[in-house]
């Protein structure tokens, strides 16, 4: 299995501040002859199910805000909320679907400072 | 608009089987292109991805379940379904059915809780 492993566990940032969640793979997520990196993150809020954010790494689903960016490759990715809003309290995961079992960190749980 | 809702017994005690239904609205199961599947997520834990269908029958289990987890669908009612028999209190989480697009979940269903106790 790929383990998935975040950082940090838990995050205070002050409204309007950069806010930097790290997600880290046991193994590469490129997969294909595309080369692309299996590589999703999610946002969860509490009593409400995950909501995709970013795929293929660092592609924005459809009505996600821009202040919501993802980079990185092969093993090391971030997710980075570049100006953070009340409604971005969340927690965040990410979650490879390059191989099967698919695996999800454990978890960047956001605050406001 | 595809919705996804799930359904079942919300308590069962050890050693019981946990049956619960995906009901898809606004989207045919039968769609080659995705498959469908189970995520679950203990209280106050994280996701743990178990299983998914597509149409065709062909299944993809967690390996640490294999042997207690089945994951079927019934094109014609547009459901899919999950059963995992023998559970303990380890089993006790709210359980997301989603769809996928090559192992992406983009489209969750709101969750249902199930409590194993004795």
């Known amino acids: 299995d790929i383990v998935m492993t975040q950082s940090p566990d838990s995050l205070a940032v002050s409204l309007g501040e950069r806010a930097t969640i790290n997600c880290k793979s046991s193994q590469s997520v490129l997969y294909g002859s595309s080369k692309k990196n299996n590589l999703a993150w999610f946002q969860q809020k509490p009593g409400q199910p995950p909501k995709l954010l970013i795929y293929w790494a660092s592609t924005r689903e459809s009505g996600v805000p821009d202040r919501f960016s993802g980079s990185g490759s092969g093993t090391d990715f971030t997710l980075t909320i570049s100006s953070l809003q009340a409604e971005d309290v969340a927690v965040y995961y990410c979650q490879q679907y390059a191989s099967t079992p698919i695996t999800f960190g454990g978890g960047t749980k956001v605050e406001i400072k | 608009q595809l919705q996804l809702q799930e359904s079942g017994p919300g308590l069962l005690k050890p050693s019981e089987t946990l049956s619960l239904t995906c009901t898809v609205s606004g989207g045919s199961i039968s769609s080659s292109s995705y498959y469908w599947g189970w995520i679950r997520q203990p209280p106050g834990k994280g996701l743990e991805w178990i299983g998914s269908?597509?149409?065709?029958?062909?299944?993809f289990y967690k390996p640490s379940l294999r042997g207690r987890i089945t994951v079927s669908a019934d094109t014609s009612k547009n459901q899919f379904f999950l059963k995992l028999t023998s559970v303990t209190a380890a089993d006790t989480a709210v359980y997301y059915c989603?769809?996928?697009?090559?192992?992406?979940?983009?489209?969750w269903g709101q969750g249902t809780l199930v409590t194993v106790s004795s």
């Open positions: 989603a769809r996928s697009f090559g192992s992406l979940y983009a489209f």
């Open positions: 269908v597509n149409s065709g029958g062909t299944t």
